[in-house]
């Protein structure tokens, strides 16, 4: 405390423990000083668990429900105070330990009263019952361990007296990592290891100028910005000094920042005289540092003992740590965060160069912020999971590479030479041992809630994760192909029942000019299995963009994420037929892409669906012409007897039933060679660092219409646009649909004109079917058209396929926005898995 | 969908007081789904037909179906209104019930006298083919007239339907054709249109009395009369499949069986688990974890030897893992048994801490499972993140296929392999593995060894 003002500091993220007896006014100095809800009192967890905030007996359970909010609390990054008396040291000793736990600070706060002025307090409130006694037996208490306290582990102990009290103020104070409000920009420069050449290169490559002396260097940074040094400036280089010399007259100008690595924190135990075996290189620098003029290893001690072990920087985005830093360390102070930012973390084996086998924490990474680091060598700078290590070995032969914050651009400059003779070769750390691949089950199991940016977030429950992942796991492609599922699509509203049919363009089109939509696009549905199709210009593009390595040019997936074709052989001459398409059309170029994403309808029905249709669809009809030619039959014979009524109603059955196999039968043919394939491609969804959510709906019809023209089993999407307004265009789309449905057409879809609408509550429907009469016998069987029977089929709910489809609109977007930005594949595989589990919801499938 | 009874017995006309229904009138009655109507195409003294129609109401069977999981019905494209199934059944025992007991008010004698009858059934689906058929019918004295109906006449290469029209005649009691069809359709059926419960067993043996106990197809008759619901969970899986696909899960079952009748010769299973078995006891493992544990046969084993301190068994699929839990009664065990074993949902290319802390984990026939190019996320996972001291990975070698009789030259074991090694490239696969995670592996033939092509699994031990 300050003696003059007061002043009391905390830092902002720490466990305040209050110390004093009962009755020295901690709760009322709480009450004052904190929110009411950073306050935990123990008093208030006796009541919590015995209704009595007196009951000495509850003691026990009380202080582990005060731990357990306190521990919740911390582990948020939120201050806590703990209200208690805290009079012993085994009480405190537990409060250091849960704040340690949490890699927070401890601070503790005594109130000193004198007990005859606390047992007066506690006598004049009626719920406090117990005796001077207690209060002098716990201030003795206080007493005896007060000697100790500043040894306890707090990082500050405040001592307020009664006097004092009511002048004191609290401040809270950053810790000493956060530099949140500094948003950069920053050049992060990796390992130097007394590289000094090499370090002099990359900064004038980077646009910083540098002048003065060896001794007094001058280093102007290009507008604006910083750098920052990622440790391990010394060691095995040809001038340790020299970099240092440059690096501290950097930060002391403001041109850098500088974080130590452990090479840093070696050569100052050496500095300061402790003993310190001379390997790696440190007496390489302990020669370097002799030629230097007496003084400057002080100074040197001073600069490194004034570095901080890691920030965190542009509002948590970005974190700096020599070694790296997993999240939960992030922004955090204790001693195990210092030494994993310095050291990172080890299995406690060697591998067989000796070297310690280090636990590969980025490929476990979840966390928000880009972490980069350094420490461990690498041959290049390769993202995992939003870290990226720019350690490349310059001293070993590398290079040393810089990252500029925020564009992420890697500069490197190569080594003069091999400065010093790696123990284990830099090759062998390749990308392969760093699998970044690698999904871990809490990526995608129990309740998730997924941030899109399109619709706020979407909710998974637990039990659709569970159907997913057996899915995920047994039956679909390798999760880095599967970028995209397509979402649901629900019907337009039913019509209402003086109309003899089920859906009609009347109730769509209505839907989107209720929401406010002037314009809608109106698309053929073809009628054939949903395809996605990933298509790269050559196999090589794909291995780079997608990394699976199995070779393959493109895949093309169901919807749910099956390899659409059981053979490879199929799946290769379609791909490679897309792709020369594209290239023909000059599209690659235009888009300035090496890959491309589209949502399709791949035809005829039976490739996909050939089980279905002979289990399914050409069974029935079987069944029911055979019946019924049975039944017709002999009710004929039986018309004098009274059968005339029954007759009629049972030819007009078989009539329907003639209707049904004529409609399924028209989406079936042989496709025995490829050139009997159509895949009619109505999205294009993404494209290297793009996607086309901006792009109006006819953008994408006649970009992808032009495919046509290159190769016949591309085909181009009839579609209409309609101004809502128009009743005129409104009555020809109509007439459009009715022709194109009696032609056996399965019907049309209706989108907005663009894709991304929000109506007055969030985000309409992305899309709207509206099938013909004769497709709808294939859903609802042969005989639905019967009054009796399309009477009830009006009968169906559409809210929860219209969520559905809605939730799963913005997860897909949300994993292909993901996918272009280039974040992790467990960002990207959240938002497919979590369409899939969407999918697994109970749902009328005829809708 | 159509039943017909024709007699000539004289006066044929009489058939109409056995089934207590006027010749001269077609009458209609109420039924659960939807209607039943007799009449007569043929009503003269030499000869006499009474025809049983059903009028399956094709949208309540849907509706009602709702919320019934598991079942046939939720489709309304769907052959239930046109064939013979539990429905006629049903109706026989509602319409024609008087004569199913075997009473008649007006020809009581009748009723116990064999006669010519000729039954006619349009259609009736026969899942079992025409030998079942046959086997069904003819050890009852009747004689068959089967007629297949073509799948469908634009897709010739489609082969046959299921359904047929069926004639048979018999002379015999009317009572006596009513009972066997009544239970024999279902049977063919095989696909019952309501919830199987206890009491079903009783109108079995009341509809079989005299006749199917002595019948040799009884066993397959009572088990498909009594066919089982399929679990809830399994529903949900089936939501999952495309709409184009017939479920891949619900036919596991059947792949099972397929690559178990293959292998059971040599009661290659038992072999495997045991060789798994004394590599974990050679090992001196206490903790182990069986990834891809299915239904839970190795971990039945590992729970009767009480040196397995603790078992958990891993799997995908919730239905195995259903079906483990059923195996192993796990919801009887006692607090301190149930402690020591556990089974969990995860899944083999997805990293997971659970799987942290075993002396040993085991993945018997599973990498098969695997798609190649997961097999590097399945390496990692098992391998690197969860890294215990013994690995135990077994899997077909493909040499041996030849040995199979059964097995058409090509052909995988199961039909979901992904692939099958031979042993070369297993050990290719295993070597690299232990190389880059620093296991030692040995490798142990597991089955009898064949000079030529070797044995019918191999197993590889890697430990560290």
């Given at each position: 405390?300050?003696?003059?003002?007061?002043e009391?500091?905390?830092p902002?993220?720490?466990?305040?423990?209050?110390?004093g007896?009962s009755?020295?006014?901690?709760?009322?100095?709480?009450?004052?000083?904190?929110?009411?809800?950073?306050?935990?009192s123990?008093?208030?967890?006796?009541?919590?668990?015995?209704?009595?905030?007196?009951?000495?007996?509850a003691?026990g359970?009380?202080f582990?429900?005060?731990?357990?909010?306190?521990?919740?609390?911390?582990?948020?990054?939120?201050?806590t105070?703990?209200?208690?008396?805290?009079v012993?040291?085994?009480?405190?000793?537990?409060?250091?330990?849960?704040?340690?736990?949490?890699?927070?600070?401890?601070?503790?706060?005594?109130?000193?009263?004198?007990?005859?002025?606390?047992?007066?307090r506690?006598?004049?409130r009626?719920?406090?019952?117990f005796?001077l006694?207690?209060?002098?037996?716990?201030?003795?208490?206080?007493?005896?361990?007060?000697?100790?306290?500043?040894?306890?582990?707090?990082?500050?102990?405040?001592?307020?007296d009664?006097?004092?009290?009511d002048?004191?103020?609290?401040t809270?104070?950053?810790?000493w990592?956060?530099?949140?409000?500094?948003?950069?920009p920053?050049?992060?420069i990796?390992?130097?290891?007394g590289?000094?050449?090499?370090?002099?290169?990359?900064l004038?490559?980077?646009g910083?100028?540098?002048?003065?002396?060896?001794?007094?260097?001058?280093v102007?940074?290009?507008?604006?910005?910083?750098?920052?040094?990622?440790?391990d400036?010394?060691?095995r280089?040809?001038?340790?000094?020299?970099?240092?010399?440059?690096?501290?007259?950097?930060?002391a100008?403001?041109?850098?920042?500088?974080?130590?690595?452990?090479?840093?924190?070696?050569?100052?135990?050496?500095l300061?005289?402790?003993?310190?075996?001379?390997?790696?290189?440190?007496?390489?620098?302990?020669?370097?540092m002799?030629a230097?003029?007496?003084?400057?290893?002080e100074?040197?001690?001073?600069?490194?003992?004034?570095?901080v072990?890691?920030?965190?920087?542009?509002?948590?985005?970005l974190?700096?740590?020599?070694?790296?830093?997993r999240?939960?360390?992030?922004?955090?102070?204790?001693?195990?965060?210092?030494s994993f930012?310095?050291?990172?973390?080890?299995?406690g084996?060697?591998?067989?160069?000796g070297?310690p086998?280090?636990?590969?924490?980025?490929?476990?990474?979840?966390?928000?912020?880009?972490?980069?680091?350094?420490h461990?060598?690498?041959?290049?700078?390769?993202?995992?999971?939003?870290?990226?290590?720019?350690?490349t070995?310059?001293?070993?032969?590398?290079?040393?590479?810089?990252?500029?914050?925020?564009?992420r651009d890697?500069?490197?400059?190569?080594?003069v030479?091999t400065?010093?003779?790696?123990?284990?070769?830099?090759?062998?750390?390749?990308?392969?041992?760093?699998p970044?691949?690698?999904?871990d089950?809490?990526?995608?199991?129990?309740?998730?809630i997924?941030?899109?940016?399109?619709?706020?977030?979407?909710?998974?429950?637990?039990?659709?994760?569970i159907?997913?992942?057996?899915?995920?796991?047994?039956?679909?492609?390798?999760?880095?192909?599967?970028?995209y599922?397509?979402?649901?699509?629900?019907?337009?509203?039913?019509?209402?029942?003086?109309?003899?049919?089920?859906?009609?363009?009347?109730?769509?089109?209505?839907y989107?000019?209720?929401?406010?939509?002037?314009?809608?696009?109106?698309?053929?549905?073809?009628?054939?299995?949903?395809?996605?199709?990933v298509?790269?210009?050559?196999?090589?593009?794909?291995?780079?963009?997608?990394?699976?390595?199995?070779?393959?040019?493109g895949?093309?997936?169901?919807r749910?994420?099956?390899?659409?074709?059981?053979?490879?052989?199929?799946?290769?001459?379609?791909?490679?037929?897309?792709?020369?398409?594209?290239?023909?059309?000059?599209?690659?170029?235009?888009?300035?892409?090496?890959?491309?994403?589209?949502?399709?309808?791949?035809?005829?029905?039976?490739?996909?669906?050939?089980?279905?249709?002979?289990t399914q669809y050409a069974?029935?009809?079987t069944?029911?012409?055979?019946?019924?030619?049975?039944?017709?039959?002999?009710?004929?014979?039986?018309?004098?007897?009274?059968?005339?009524?029954?007759?009629?109603?049972?030819?007009?059955?078989?009539?329907?039933?003639?209707?049904?196999s004529a409609?399924?039968r028209?989406?079936c043919?042989?496709a025995?060679?490829?050139?009997?394939?159509?895949?009619?491609?109505?999205?294009?969804?993404?494209?290297?660092?793009?996607?086309?959510?901006?792009?109006?709906?006819?953008?994408?019809?006649?970009?992808?219409g032009?495919?046509?023209?290159?190769?016949?089993?591309?085909?181009?999407?009839?579609?209409r646009?309609v101004?809502?307004?128009?009743?005129?265009?409104?009555?020809?789309v109509?007439?459009?649909?009715e022709?194109l449905?009696?032609?056996?057409?399965?019907?049309?879809?209706?989108?907005p004109?663009?894709?991304?609408?929000?109506?007055?509550r969030?985000?309409?429907?992305?899309?709207?079917?509206c099938?013909g009469?004769?497709?709808?016998?294939v859903?609802?069987?042969?005989?639905?058209?019967?009054?009796?029977?399309?009477?009830?089929?009006?009968?169906?709910?559409?809210?929860?396929?219209?969520?559905?489809?809605?939730?799963?609109?913005?997860?897909g977007?949300?994993?292909l926005?993901?996918?272009?930005?280039?974040?992790?594949?467990?960002r990207?595989?959240e938002?497919?898995f979590?369409?899939?589990?969407?999918e697994?919801?109970a749902?009328?499938?005829?809708? | 969908?159509?039943?017909?009874i024709?007699?000539?017995h004289?006066?044929?006309?009489?058939?109409?007081?056995?089934?207590?229904?006027?010749?001269?009138?077609?009458?209609?009655?109420?039924?659960?789904?939807?209607?039943?109507h007799?009449?007569?195409?043929?009503?003269?003294?030499?000869?006499c037909?009474?025809?049983?129609l059903?009028d399956?109401?094709?949208?309540?069977?849907?509706?009602?179906?709702?919320?019934?999981?598991?079942f046939?019905?939720?489709q309304?494209?769907?052959?239930?209104?046109?064939?013979?199934?539990?429905?006629?059944?049903?109706?026989i025992?509602r319409?024609?019930?008087?004569?199913?007991?075997?009473?008649?008010?007006?020809?009581?004698?009748?009723?116990?006298?064999?006669?010519?009858?000729?039954?006619?059934?349009?259609?009736?689906?026969?899942?079992?083919?025409e030998?079942?058929v046959?086997a069904?019918?003819?050890?009852?004295?009747y004689?068959?007239?089967?007629?297949?109906?073509?799948?469908?006449?634009?897709f010739?290469?489609?082969?046959?339907?299921?359904?047929?029209?069926i004639?048979?005649?018999a002379?015999?009691?009317?009572?006596?054709?009513?009972?066997?069809?009544?239970?024999?359709?279902?049977?063919?059926?095989?696909?019952?249109h309501?919830?199987?419960?206890s009491?079903?067993?009783?109108?079995?043996?009341?509809r079989?009395?005299?006749?199917l106990?002595?019948?040799?197809?009884?066993?397959?008759?009572?088990?498909?009369?009594?066919?089982?619901?399929?679990?809830?969970?399994?529903?949900a899986?089936?939501?999952?499949?495309?709409d184009?696909?017939?479920?891949?899960i619900?036919?596991?079952?059947?792949?099972?069986?397929?690559?178990?009748?293959?292998?059971?010769?040599?009661?290659?299973?038992d072999?495997?688990?045991?060789?798994?078995?004394?590599?974990?006891?050679?090992?001196?493992?206490?903790?182990?974890?069986?990834?891809g544990?299915?239904?839970?046969?190795?971990?039945?084993?590992?729970?009767?030897?009480?040196t397995?301190?603790?078992i958990?068994g891993m799997?995908?699929?919730?239905?195995s893992?259903?079906?483990?839990s059923?195996?192993?009664?796990?919801?009887?065990?006692s607090?301190?048994?149930?402690?020591?074993?556990?089974l969990?949902?995860?899944?083999?290319?997805?990293?997971?801490?659970r799987l942290?802390?075993f002396?040993?984990?085991?993945?018997?026939?599973?990498?098969?499972?695997?798609?190649?190019?997961?097999?590097?996320?399945?390496?990692?996972v098992?391998?690197?993140?969860?890294?215990?001291?013994?690995?135990?990975?077994?899997?077909?070698?493909?040499?041996?296929?030849?040995?199979?009789?059964?097995?058409?030259?090509?052909?995988?074991?199961?039909?979901?392999?992904?692939?099958?090694?031979?042993?070369?490239?297993?050990?290719?696969w295993?070597?690299?593995?232990?190389q880059?995670?620093?296991?030692?592996?040995?490798?142990?033939?597991?089955g009898?060894?064949?000079?030529?092509?070797?044995?019918p699994?191999?197993?590889?031990?890697?430990?560290?």
């Amino acid at each position: 405390m300050n003696r003059q003002t007061g002043e009391l500091s905390v830092p902002e993220l720490c466990l305040v423990v209050l110390v004093g007896v009962s009755g020295a006014g901690k709760s009322t100095f709480a009450r004052k000083h904190f929110l009411p809800s950073e306050v935990v009192s123990s008093d208030f967890c006796r009541g919590l668990v015995a209704d009595d905030t007196n009951d000495q007996q509850a003691t026990g359970d009380a202080f582990d429900v005060l731990h357990y909010i306190a521990g919740k609390r911390l582990a948020r990054g939120r201050l806590t105070v703990i209200d208690a008396t805290n009079v012993e040291p085994e009480g405190r000793a537990s409060l250091i330990r849960l704040a340690r736990e949490h890699d927070c600070l401890a601070v503790a706060i005594v109130l000193n009263v004198p007990p005859q002025v606390a047992g007066e307090r506690n006598d004049a409130r009626p719920d406090r019952n117990f005796g001077l006694r207690v209060v002098k037996q716990q201030h003795s208490q206080l007493r005896r361990g007060l000697r100790g306290i500043k040894r306890e582990g707090f990082s500050r102990v405040h001592f307020v007296d009664l006097d004092r009290v009511d002048e004191v103020t609290i401040t809270r104070n950053k810790l000493w990592n956060d530099k949140r409000d500094d948003a950069g920009p920053f050049d992060l420069i990796g390992d130097v290891h007394g590289c000094c050449d090499e370090l002099r290169s990359l900064l004038s490559a980077l646009g910083y100028e540098l002048s003065g002396t060896r001794e007094a260097p001058v280093v102007v940074p290009p507008q604006g910005r910083r750098a920052i040094f990622l440790g391990d400036l010394v060691d095995r280089g040809p001038d340790s000094p020299g970099v240092l010399r440059l690096v501290m007259a950097m930060v002391a100008s403001g041109a850098a920042i500088c974080i130590p690595g452990n090479h840093e924190v070696k050569l100052l135990k050496k500095l300061r005289g402790k003993n310190v075996r001379l390997s790696h290189g440190l007496a390489e620098t302990m020669q370097q540092m002799e030629a230097e003029p007496a003084g400057f290893g002080e100074q040197v001690a001073d600069f490194i003992s004034s570095l901080v072990s890691h920030y965190v920087f542009d509002g948590g985005k970005l974190v700096v740590a020599h070694a790296g830093l997993r999240e939960e360390y992030q922004g955090r102070a204790s001693s195990r965060v210092r030494s994993f930012a310095l050291y990172g973390e080890t299995t406690g084996e060697t591998d067989d160069f000796g070297l310690p086998v280090r636990y590969d924490w980025a490929a476990e990474y979840r966390g928000r912020a880009m972490v980069v680091y350094g420490h461990t060598p690498v041959p290049e700078a390769n993202w995992v999971n939003r870290t990226i290590c720019i350690d490349t070995g310059c001293v070993f032969g590398g290079k040393l590479t810089a990252l500029r914050y925020p564009e992420r651009d890697l500069v490197a400059v190569d080594a003069v030479k091999t400065h010093y003779e790696p123990t284990k070769p830099l090759q062998g750390s390749a990308p392969e041992e760093r699998p970044a691949y690698v999904l871990d089950i809490d990526d995608v199991t129990g309740k998730r809630i997924i941030d899109t940016r399109v619709r706020h977030t979407v909710t998974i429950r637990e039990g659709n994760a569970i159907a997913a992942l057996e899915v995920m796991s047994r039956f679909t492609i390798d999760p880095r192909w599967l970028i995209y599922l397509p979402p649901t699509m629900s019907p337009a509203q039913t019509a209402p029942s003086d109309d003899p049919l089920l859906e009609r363009p009347f109730e769509a089109l209505d839907y989107f000019a209720r929401n406010g939509v002037e314009r809608v696009v109106c698309q053929t549905k073809h009628m054939g299995s949903r395809a996605v199709v990933v298509v790269a210009r050559t196999s090589e593009a794909a291995q780079a963009r997608f990394g699976v390595g199995d070779g393959k040019q493109g895949v093309v997936y169901t919807r749910t994420g099956r390899a659409f074709f059981a053979d490879d052989a199929r799946e290769r001459e379609l791909i490679a037929r897309v792709a020369a398409a594209f290239e023909r059309a000059g599209l690659w170029d235009e888009l300035n892409t090496d890959w491309v994403c589209l949502d399709a309808e791949l035809m005829p029905w039976s490739l996909k669906a050939v089980e279905l249709l002979r289990t399914q669809y050409a069974a029935v009809g079987t069944s029911a012409g055979a019946a019924l030619r049975e039944v017709v039959a002999s009710l004929r014979g039986a018309t004098e007897r009274g059968t005339g009524e029954l007759l009629a109603r049972f030819e007009a059955r078989q009539a329907m039933v003639a209707g049904y196999s004529a409609a399924w039968r028209r989406y079936c043919w042989s496709a025995e060679d490829i050139g009997d394939v159509r895949l009619a491609p109505f999205h294009l969804l993404a494209s290297e660092g793009a996607t086309y959510f901006d792009r109006s709906h006819v953008w994408h019809m006649q970009t992808l219409g032009r495919l046509a023209e290159h190769d016949p089993i591309l085909m181009a999407t009839a579609y209409r646009v309609v101004e809502l307004g128009s009743a005129g265009e409104r009555a020809e789309v109509t007439a459009w649909w009715e022709q194109l449905t009696a032609d056996g057409g399965e019907g049309m879809v209706v989108k907005p004109e663009h894709w991304i609408v929000r109506g007055k509550r969030g985000l309409i429907q992305p899309a709207l079917k509206c099938r013909g009469a004769e497709y709808l016998r294939v859903i609802y069987g042969p005989e639905y058209s019967a009054a009796e029977n399309v009477e009830r089929l009006r009968a169906r709910g559409l809210s929860t396929k219209r969520s559905l489809a809605r939730r799963e609109f913005a997860l897909g977007l949300e994993g292909l926005y993901r996918f272009t930005e280039r974040e992790p594949l467990w960002r990207v595989h959240e938002c497919v898995f979590g369409v899939l589990a969407l999918e697994s919801e109970a749902v009328d499938p005829r809708l | 969908m159509l039943l017909t009874i024709t007699t000539t017995h004289q006066p044929a006309t009489d058939l109409g007081y056995l089934l207590g229904k006027n010749p001269e009138r077609t009458q209609s009655f109420e039924l659960p789904f939807g209607e039943g109507h007799v009449y007569y195409p043929e009503a003269t003294t030499e000869r006499c037909t009474a025809a049983l129609l059903l009028d399956v109401d094709p949208i309540g069977l849907v509706r009602r179906a709702q919320g019934a999981d598991g079942f046939a019905l939720s489709q309304y494209t769907n052959d239930r209104p046109y064939v013979s199934s539990s429905f006629l059944s049903v109706a026989i025992g509602r319409v024609f019930g008087q004569a199913l007991s075997g009473r008649s008010r007006d020809r009581a004698e009748l009723c116990e006298t064999a006669i010519p009858l000729e039954a006619r059934l349009a259609v009736l689906p026969i899942r079992g083919g025409e030998a079942f058929v046959r086997a069904l019918f003819e050890p009852l004295g009747y004689e068959l007239e089967i007629e297949r109906h073509q799948l469908d006449a634009d897709f010739p290469q489609w082969g046959d339907s299921p359904y047929c029209t069926i004639t048979l005649r018999a002379t015999l009691r009317l009572q006596d054709l009513l009972r066997h069809l009544t239970v024999l359709v279902p049977v063919l059926d095989d696909n019952k249109h309501y919830w199987v419960g206890s009491d079903e067993v009783d109108k079995l043996l009341a509809r079989g009395e005299g006749w199917l106990a002595a019948h040799p197809q009884r066993e397959a008759i009572a088990q498909r009369y009594l066919r089982h619901q399929r679990s809830l969970t399994r529903e949900a899986l089936a939501r999952l499949t495309d709409d184009d696909e017939p479920e891949p899960i619900a036919k596991e079952d059947e792949h099972h069986r397929q690559e178990e009748a293959l292998e059971r010769k040599l009661t290659l299973n038992d072999q495997r688990l045991q060789a798994v078995l004394s590599a974990l006891r050679r090992h001196g493992v206490r903790r182990v974890v069986d990834v891809g544990c299915g239904e839970g046969r190795l971990l039945r084993e590992l729970v009767r030897d009480r040196t397995f301190e603790r078992i958990v068994g891993m799997d995908v699929s919730p239905t195995s893992l259903e079906r483990a839990s059923a195996r192993l009664r796990i919801d009887e065990l006692s607090e301190r048994r149930r402690a020591r074993i556990e089974l969990i949902q995860g899944s083999l290319t997805y990293r997971d801490k659970r799987l942290a802390g075993f002396d040993a984990a085991c993945a018997v026939e599973v990498i098969e499972h695997i798609d190649a190019t997961r097999l590097a996320a399945f390496e990692h996972v098992l391998f690197e993140a969860a890294g215990p001291a013994c690995v135990i990975v077994t899997t077909p070698n493909v040499e041996y296929n030849v040995r199979f009789e059964t097995l058409p030259a090509g052909k995988l074991r199961h039909r979901d392999h992904r692939f099958e090694w031979t042993r070369a490239e297993f050990e290719d696969w295993a070597n690299g593995v232990a190389q880059r995670h620093g296991y030692e592996v040995v490798f142990e033939p597991i089955g009898p060894v064949d000079p030529e092509v070797g044995a019918p699994t191999q197993m590889g031990v890697f430990t560290r």
